[in-house]
């Protein structure tokens, strides 16, 4: 079993800040790529920012300036920090990370989300 543990979100005023974080646990061979994903009400499910094994970084236009994903890889641990928060950053934010079990098969897997919810 696999699981993506998410902490971090909440309520915040348009300019402030968060920090979410998410802890991938279980039996893990090795740790892919690593990202954040948001859904807001209505709309589909969006990437927000990717971090690959060796520290590649992907951001969607949107945030680009605003918010850092790291990686803590001997802690199995991805981070979203997100500055100037604005109401349309309001969303579920989903951590995804793509796991390599011992079966040296592949497999992506999805945090339960953390309300992020930015009012102007």
């Known amino acids: 079993q696999v699981q993506l543990v998410e902490s971090g979100g909440g309520l915040v005023q348009a300019g402030g800040s968060l920090r979410l974080s998410c802890v991938v646990s279980?039996?893990?061979?090795?740790?892919?790529?690593m990202g954040w994903y948001r859904q807001a009400p209505g709309k589909q499910r969006e990437l927000v920012a990717r971090?690959?094994?060796?520290?590649?970084?992907n951001y969607v236009d949107s945030v680009k300036g605003r918010f850092t994903i790291s990686r803590d890889n001997a802690k199995n641990l991805v981070n979203l920090e997100m500055l100037s928060l604005k109401p349309e950053d309001t969303a579920v934010y989903y951590c995804?990370?793509?796991?390599?079990?011992?079966?040296?098969?592949?497999?992506?897997?999805w945090g339960q989300g953390t309300q992020v919810t930015v009012s102007s």
């Open positions: 971090i690959s094994g060796e520290g590649s970084t």
């Open positions: 279980g039996s893990i061979f090795s740790l892919l790529v």
């Open positions: 995804n990370a793509r796991v390599v079990r011992g079966t040296r098969t592949q497999y992506d897997y």
